[in-house]
């Protein structure tokens, strides 16, 4: 089954600069790369979502990118904010995510730092 | 959001007792899902279901019974559970092909 690698499990960062939060996986049939942000105590809501027929995807201030070659995927923050403040998650599937489970990786606590 | 409301928030149960977590979607979607949340791992995937039919099972433990009587409603049926089995329960909801909406879960304390 699939196999996905965060990188790193806390990231500290100074309010204004930017934090990149990396995840590789093993299955080279996923085709769906979704990133959820969690607050404590909060529901997991997604941020921003690629599939593998892109290889960049950018909303404001947050980008993924993905290497399907070297099955990497990474998020990007700029301009990082208190509110950025949170548990990060990426995620792979197959099917583009729908009726197919998603596979986590561990989580990234980011803290941005005043 | 309340597309996705999960009951009750928390529940505290012995290890003989029977409950049930309850997920409602108010999405339209036809795809529902429940997730285990445990401190310090991923967020694991149990179930799935796709049209009110079981589409996958994680290799769960045969204490988890979930049910799915039609594309809005999805159960979890717990019954004999484990200490280890004290987690967040998330239930999930999609169209298919689109992204998974998450209700806020159901905190589960086994005494």
């Known amino acids: 089954g699939e196999n996905v690698e965060q990188h790193p499990s806390t990231l500290s960062v100074q309010e204004g600069d930017s934090a990149v939060i990396k995840c590789t996986y093993s299955d080279s049939a996923s085709n769906y790369f979704p990133w959820y942000k969690q607050e404590l105590g909060k529901r997991p809501q997604l941020i921003i979502d690629i599939r593998s027929n892109v290889g960049e995807k950018k909303d404001q201030r947050i980008a993924v990118t993905l290497n399907k070659t070297a099955k990497h995927f990474s998020l990007h923050i700029t301009e990082t904010q208190p509110e950025d403040s949170a548990v990060y998650f990426c995620?792979?599937?197959?099917?583009?995510?729908?009726?197919?489970?998603?596979?986590f990786g561990k989580g990234t606590h980011l803290i941005i730092q005043p | 959001e309340t597309g996705v409301t999960q009951t009750p928030r928390h529940l505290v149960m012995g290890m003989t007792n029977k409950k049930s977590l309850k997920c409602e979607q108010h999405?339209?979607?036809?795809?529902m899902y429940w997730y285990k949340q445990s401190a310090k791992k991923p967020l694991e995937l149990m179930f799935v279901y796709n049209f009110k039919e079981q589409t996958e099972n994680n290799s769960v433990p045969s204490r988890f019974s979930p049910e799915c009587p039609n594309s809005s409603h999805l159960f979890l049926h717990l019954h004999t559970l484990q200490p280890e089995d004290s987690a967040l329960y998330l239930c999930?909801?999609?169209?298919?092909?689109?992204?998974?909406?998450f209700g806020d879960g159901t905190r589960l304390s086994i005494l």
């Open positions: 995620a792979a599937s197959m099917a583009g995510g729908g009726a197919d489970g998603l596979t």
């Open positions: 999405l339209g979607h036809n795809a």
């Open positions: 999930a909801s999609s169209q298919l092909n689109q992204p998974q909406h």
